[in-house]
């Protein structure tokens, strides 16, 4: 039985105690409120009540109101679903808050854009699906908006490989220059702008740090300074000010991308917050994160993890797009992802180095070639393109691999 599986039947069970509860508690309620009505002379309650005659008859409630009974359990029935989006929706601050009529309007094009492509919101959103309910997490543990966590929608159409023409990277498209300047590692073998856990945590960081120190905890301004660079927001928030406005993200002239970057977000979070005036479907999406987080201390191979959690080595892949080679060293990165259904023994075996595959292929760095090997296998094996293991290895005759040879998958 899959891990799905036993959840779903558990859910199941979980619903019917919970309506039993709730039916037993009704009871309890319809009892204690019940009217007192009097008791016809002679009638004790351990003998026979007289005979209701006709005309008595007549007083009865030909359509008689609901018990109390039913009343308490169809009113407490009334729960809201529980996912992944019902959570994002409660975490929203900004979709009460008044916009003047112009910057409205600016918000309503988007809005509009977006309606006319639905296919392309239901494309994103299913992209999404493995990261949403994690990062709105970690949006709501640090406070802030409900909003920010759809921040990916428009930097990368939450594509965590995605690479833009000017250099930016990732789900949160980190400039090489902010990347390494938050900290993120940046190597042959692991480009830490691509790992969704570590460049959340530095786009979160990021915001938050840019709203206090420039902003007075404005988080609209800081999106702004996130696309557009602090110096170009103080500038333009400086000439508004001069003009006697109050210098808000709104006051702003800034470059046209900027000036689009809120509004698109605000409208990406309107039609989410109401998908069914919108005419949007949305992916169902659990509360619990998708993926488990392993943390290890030596060198793995995607491909060794693969055989040893018996998940597809692309999955493991699209869970962890910052190993550029295929394989984890713990000098660059220490945590590998995984789908949250694997077996927690199994996370705890992988995670001491206790794999017999780990233990029989030494180093990841290297490949010793065995009888029958040939360099488009290796290569598949490891995840990692057969021009580069020819060029790391100077390989000048790729169909004369000998037995025992041992090969860099690292170039170093």
Not at 34 to 44: E, L, N, V
Not at 168 to 195: E, S
Not at 315 to 320: D, G, Q, R, S, Y
Request: glycine fraction near 6%.
């Amino acid at each position: 039985m899959t891990y799905q599986t036993i959840r779903q039947r558990l859910m199941l069970c979980t619903g019917s105690t919970v309506i039993m509860g709730l039916m037993l508690a009704a009871a309890a309620s319809s009892q204690a409120s019940a009217p007192a009505y009097d008791t016809p002379a002679g009638f004790t309650g351990t003998s026979t009540p007289p005979s209701t005659s006709v005309s008595d008859r007549s007083l009865e409630t030909p359509n008689p109101r609901p018990t109390a009974f039913q009343t308490h359990f169809w009113d407490a029935l009334e729960l809201k679903p529980q996912d992944a989006w019902t959570t994002l929706r409660d975490s929203f601050q900004w979709q009460d808050v008044p916009l003047s009529a112009e910057a409205q309007a600016r918000v309503e094009e988007w809005i509009e854009y977006y309606r006319s492509s639905p296919e392309n919101i239901a494309n994103i959103t299913e992209r999404a699906t493995p990261w949403l309910a994690w990062i709105t997490q970690q949006v709501s543990e640090r406070g802030l908006p409900g909003e920010v966590a759809l921040i990916p929608f428009v930097e990368s159409s939450f594509d965590p490989a995605a690479r833009s023409h000017r250099g930016a990277a990732g789900l949160w498209q980190f400039m090489p220059g902010t990347g390494d300047a938050l900290g993120l590692v940046r190597n042959g073998n692991y480009d830490g702008r691509l790992d969704v856990v570590t460049s959340t945590a530095a786009a979160l960081e990021y915001l938050e740090m840019q709203a206090d120190q420039w902003y007075d905890g404005d988080l609209m301004l800081s999106l702004a300074a996130y696309n557009a660079g602090a110096g170009t927001v103080n500038r333009a928030k400086q000439q508004a000010q001069n003009q006697g406005l109050s210098g808000d993200y709104w006051d702003l002239a800034l470059p046209n991308e900027t000036m689009q970057y809120v509004p698109k977000l605000k409208a990406i979070a309107t039609i989410i917050n109401d998908p069914e005036r919108y005419k949007v479907s949305l992916p169902e999406i659990h509360t619990e994160p998708a993926f488990a987080k392993v943390q290890l201390a030596h060198s793995v191979s995607l491909a060794e993890a693969s055989q040893m959690l018996d998940v597809s080595q692309s999955a493991l892949a699209e869970l962890n797009p910052g190993l550029l080679n295929g394989s984890i060293d713990p000098r660059s990165a220490q945590t590998l992802l995984v789908p949250e259904e694997v077996d927690s023994q199994v996370l705890a075996q992988l995670s001491q180095g206790n794999s017999p595959a780990i233990a029989q292929s030494g180093s990841s760095d290297t490949h010793r070639v065995e009888s029958g090997d040939s360099l488009s296998a290796i290569a598949a094996r490891y995840n990692i393109d057969q021009q580069d293991l020819i060029r790391w290895n100077a390989i000048d005759q790729p169909g004369s691999l000998q037995p025992g040879q041992q090969l860099s998958l690292s170039g170093r």
